[in-house]
């Protein structure tokens, strides 16, 4: 049988509740699952009613929940290497917090480009796609700030490309449909508000089209998902089969907002799958068993159709 990895995140976050509410929930084969992790962890957030698989994952500190600390950031980072190495078929990481990966000496904005740094061959580049049922949107650049943001037509080419890779080899959808995000308001108005969509977006779709690629051309990122809202709420299908967002929020905050605990964080372009919670640590209410593991059983339930 195939087998999942599911690492519980920071300790001091709500990471390991989560986990241990969603597996309790799922009731998965004792076989399909290894958890990385601590026993002093998982006793400390409750208890998993299946005897799954634990890969101890060293931790001497004291679990204080809401606290950012470097020893929690260690362990964070020590159970993602961990489960990079043991190859399980598919990947859910739980939350982790990037200012304690900062203090424990990692340099990384998060699972996505740690996995890249150490999963990725041959020209691999991780990518984030965020997923509620057929609701999918991608993200041209990740975790940076937004002056920092840049963008080119060979990146965004190469991007889309290997979006419509997954597509096809991944999810069977031979000739999804694409919509692509303007960076500036009113996709900058003919160059009125911003010239990327002139001198950047639409070149790139302009080749990609030649490459047979169904992508719009730059649409404004302010109307563009309100049909999709529409249709997702009623449970109807999408314009589209992918979004396509050139920054952080420009892509999350329409999905977040309409899906909620449907979200998914899914890193594509390497060899394993991984998916996420669509959500953080949440320190404001670890530790006082009411955090809600709706997102983890998704992120879980997401991974297991690729394995």
Known sequence: MNKIAITTGDPNGIGAEITIKALNKLRLPQESIVILSNKKILDF???????????????????????????????SYKSLLKAIEIKPDGLVTAPIAKNALYMAGHKFNGHTEILQQFLA?????AEMLFVAKDFRVLLLT?????KDIVLTKEC?????????????????I?????????????SG?????????????????????????NITYPLPADTLFIDAAKNYY???????????????DQGLIPIKTVAGDDTVNMTIGLDIIRTSPGHGTAFDIAGKNIAREDDM??????????V
């Open 174 to 186: 031979i000739h999804p449909k694409f919509a692509l995000c303007g960076l500036n308001p009113h």
């Open 45 to 75: 957030y409750g208890k998993l009613d299946t005897d799954y698989e634990l890969i101890e994952i060293p931790f001497e500190a004291d679990i204080t929940p809401g606290k950012i600390t470097a020893d929690c950031g260690e362990f």
């Open 189 to 213: 108005e003919d160059g009125i508000l911003g010239s990327e969509e002139l001198e950047i977006l639409n070149p790139a779709v302009k080749a990609l089209r030649t490459k047979g690629i």
């Open 142 to 146: 990740r975790h940076c700030a937004l």
């Open 297 to 306: 059983i998704a992120a879980i339930n997401a991974v297991l159709k690729f």
């Open 234 to 248: 009623s449970d109807k299908k999408l314009p589209y089969d992918c979004y396509i967002a050139n920054y952080h």
């Open 156 to 172: 965004v080419v190469e991007k889309v490309l290997k979006l419509q890779e997954f597509f096809n080899n991944k999810l069977g």
């Open 121 to 125: 061959h041959d020209g691999q580049k």
